[in-house]
């Protein structure tokens, strides 16, 4: 069955999407679909836009895929698939990817959008299916399984507690979780990493802030530690330059210097942490909208108002100085330095994220410095060897 073209199931009508037009429906699904949920929040659709287009770098090195679902009229799902050509290769299996899941309490819908995904990964010889990615393993990524009660930070997803036994119904099992921690900034860290930072950082260990006057080469240097810090995690794929940058770029007008360090080891940039104000607390109102008047509002909320909750998205340390002594401790000075600068500018929760279960130094490092682990995202996987479903 060919989903190149519109393809009706039951009742359910799939609609690939090849249009301005379709693209702007397909951003919008969730929006609808989510809006008498109390936590859930608007991305903006500008921002939305940009990032499933060919102005993201993403699609430079990946072939991407999307379909609605549509049922009388009325868009009630969507789904993305995608094949990442830097993700890592798996002996004995071809991976392809699905994301950007969202469909309304039905499993039929859930069926044809699965359907419509596996088939394109098929044709193109993968046979196996991993997700949600939303785009790739460096944005969003995971569906939310546990703390629907509690809004999501920036650049992270919330989805309903409808889609995880949903997607489960056809036939994809467990294959990672994810976490995210929180941080109550009204208390110190622990006494145990306050005595450790009090001492001053080791000789030879330098703490710096990001210099917006330098920020080419900033991001240069963040990707490249990056990089190299996470190319032994699971699910580990290259960042590009192009794409920090593009990030970057999308998030100039909220990046905080104060907030985003780097540790130099002997005059080596070895580490870094980036803490970026929770975009998401400014524009739950906004209803994914700027104009007339919603950037206005953000702007004041962020220069002005302030904001009382961060997310810390990127952290790591080179590979060759995360066993040596002084390199253990860089994630605690930074995390530090960090906390205080927030601290001081009124915020009082951070969100540690995203947090391999199975990472033991992570986890180590998030409980020791008093996080709480309070939501956690899923990733599926499921053998496209057989055409038999469910």
Known sequence: MAYDSETTMGMTVIVPVQSRAELKRFVRVPMQLNAKDPNWISPLVMERLSALSDANPFFEHAQVRMWLAVRDGRDVGRISAQIDALAPGTPGRTVGHFGLICAEDDATVFSALFEAAETWLKERG?????????????????????GFDAPPMVMMGHDAPHAGPRIEAEGYRKAKDLRAYLVDLDKDLPEAVLRRVRRGAPEGVVLRKLDMKRLEAEVSTLTDIANDAWSDNWGYTPTTEAETRHLAKALKDVIDPD????????????????????????????????????FAKLLWRLKVRGLKTARVPLMGVRRRFAGVQRGMILPFHLIDKAATAARAKGYRQVELSWILEDNAPMV??????????YKTYRLYEKSLKTNRRP
């Open 259 to 294: 907030l985003i360090w780097f540790a130099q080891i002997d005059g080596e940039d070895a580490g870094f942490i980036v803490l970026l104000p929770n975009v998401n607390e400014a524009i739950a109102d906004l209803d994914g909208r700027l104009l007339p008047f919603g």
């Open 126 to 146: 993968c046979d196996t299916v991993l997700g949600p990615f939303n785009l790739s393993v460096n944005e969003e990524v995971g569906l939310l399984v546990s």
């Open 364 to 373: 180590n490092i998030c409980e020791r410095v008093g996080a709480a682990p």
